[in-house]
Nanobody, 126 residues
């Protein structure tokens, strides 16, 4: 069992930056690939970024590519999403998710993720 708790959301101005954190508890965190998803008001939840268990493989949605960096610290059981040049369309609830994957294979499909946090709100305002 893995529990995930997101933090770091808040109100930020257009063009600003924000770092989201996801704290994991439970065993074998280092065997889990992790992902970030987001859900804007009135829209379906969408993939943002993913990272392999070792951190050597990452993948980003086109909407954030070049403006986001996903990273992890297995010793601290933490996953991070650093976002830059924020736009109003980045406003959403951001979720951290985990899936058992002791390989470098990544997934953008939320159905493949077993564990989810409760989300943290990011609001980008001009």
């Amino acid at each position: 069992q893995v529990q995930l708790v997101e933090s770091g959301g808040g109100l930020v101005q257009t063009g600003g930056s924000l770092r989201l954190s996801c704290a994991a508890s439970g065993r074998s965190f280092s065997s889990y690939a992790m992902g970030w998803f987001r859900q804007a008001p009135g829209k379906d939840r969408e993939f943002v970024a993913a990272i392999s268990w070792s951190g050597d493989n990452t993948y980003y949605a086109d909407s954030v590519k070049g403006r986001a960096t996903i990273s992890r610290d297995n010793a601290k059981k933490m996953v991070y999403l650093q976002m830059y040049s924020l736009k109003s369309e980045d406003t959403a609830v951001y979720y951290c998710a985990g899936r058992y994957s002791p390989s470098s294979i990544l997934s953008i499909k939320e159905a493949t993720y077993t564990y989810w946090g409760h989300g943290t709100q990011v609001t980008v305002s001009s």
